[in-house]
């Protein structure tokens, strides 16, 4: 296994490394970088910054927990089954992509265009999607115990199976959403729109 230390970051952040698989790159900075369509499975980067890197396309199996992504091109990136534990993806983009099987608990994925996202299977407790746009997603078998989904828009959204103990709903946007055999005990759901929705939430 790699270590930033002996390899050539300026060439890294240019993207002129095409395979970093099971590098380690923790605590790196790697801000600003272009590492679109780069392979980085397996790879460390706890506590990397990559606020501002070029992403797209990447393969980002990856151990990112701790990771500053903010501003991140991520768009079209392979994020399956990857440790973004306490990471911050805050103005990244996000199209395209998948989160299925992933850690993201405490991850701060606030105010993001999350719309039909794959986050089944998910480990998401604790976490900030605080006003987030998740119409149409995909929480089937995820834990989102303790997150934060105030204000969030999760009309149509799939929720089914879901763990939602003491998660907060307040002011979200449940139009239409699919709960069917999901945890609700403990949920806050102060102000949120229940419309369609066909299992009462309770209070």
Known sequence: MGNFSNLDLVAICQG???DLSDVNLAG???????????????????????????LQGAVLRANLKGADLTGANLNGADLRN??????????????DISFAGGFLAGATLSHLDLRATDFRGTDLRGASLVGSNLGQ????????????????DLEEAILRGALLRGTNFTGA???CAQVE?????????DGACLEGTPLKFPS
């Open 181 to 189: 055999g999901a945890i609700l005990d403990g949920a806050i759901l």
């Open 28 to 54: 790196a900075d790697l801000g600003g970088a272009n590492l679109a369509e780069v392979n980085l499975s397996g790879a460390i980067l706890t506590g990397t910054c990559l606020s501002g890197a070029n």
């Open 16 to 18: 002129k490394i095409k």
């Open 173 to 175: 946007n449940l139009l």
């Open 137 to 152: 997603a995909d929480f089937s078998s995820a834990n989102l115990s303790g997150a934060d989904l105030s204000q969030a």
């Open 82 to 95: 990857a440790d973004l534990r306490g990471a911050i993806l805050l103005d990244a983009q996000v199209e």
